[in-house]
């Protein structure tokens, strides 16, 4: 009898571990970001070098404190791909990372394969906007938006514990 509680207990200490982890990674530590209305959406312009924001609407952004690669967003825009790719810089490595299924504008997999056969095209938003970490922002033919961050070749590098490569910036102390 002893056996049957011990493994009860068990069991059901296992199913409520579970859900709490579930919960804890898939809604706990994500925050809704508020919107600016100005400089939500920003590219690294080609004549600058810096991030300059564009025209957007229907923003809506979720981060968390957790992990720097968390960040996701979604919007619309009036301006052409023809016209962004005129004036700021194109992000070739992009690889939309998977957000959380109760934020649903952000579907990685369509926009993965939307990038593959050029239908999005991917621009730098930031580099570097936390040390390792670029803001991608990519743009379909019909103007709908997404941002979300990327380990870039330097943060891949470091966060194996490598020296960084001579073309990025020394990484903060800790690293």
Not at 42 to 53: D, K
Not at 54 to 73: K, N, T, W
Not at 91 to 119: H, I, M, N, S
């Amino acid at each position: 009898m002893t056996g049957k509680l011990l493994a009860g207990f068990i069991v059901v200490v296992s199913l409520v571990a579970g859900v709490a982890m579930y919960y804890l990674q898939v809604y706990a530590y994500y925050d809704k970001v508020a919107a600016t209305g100005t400089d939500d959406v920003q590219m690294t312009s080609l004549t600058s070098g810096l991030p300059e924001p564009i025209l957007y609407d229907g923003f809506q952004a979720i981060d968390s404190d957790s992990s720097p690669i968390r960040y996701r967003a979604c919007f619309t825009t009036p301006m052409s791909q023809a016209m962004l790719t005129e004036t700021f810089e194109m992000y070739d490595t992009a690889d939309p990372l998977v957000a959380p299924g109760w934020f649903d504008c952000f579907d990685a997999k369509k926009l993965g394969a939307a990038l593959e056969r050029g239908q999005a095209l991917a621009f730098l938003g930031q580099e570097n906007v936390h040390y390792g970490i670029d803001r991608v922002v990519a743009v379909t033919a019909d103007g709908h938006g997404y941002v979300w961050h990327q380990i870039n070749h330097c943060g891949a590098v470091v966060f194996n514990g490598d020296p960084a490569p001579e073309d990025c910036p020394t990484p903060p102390e800790g690293y």
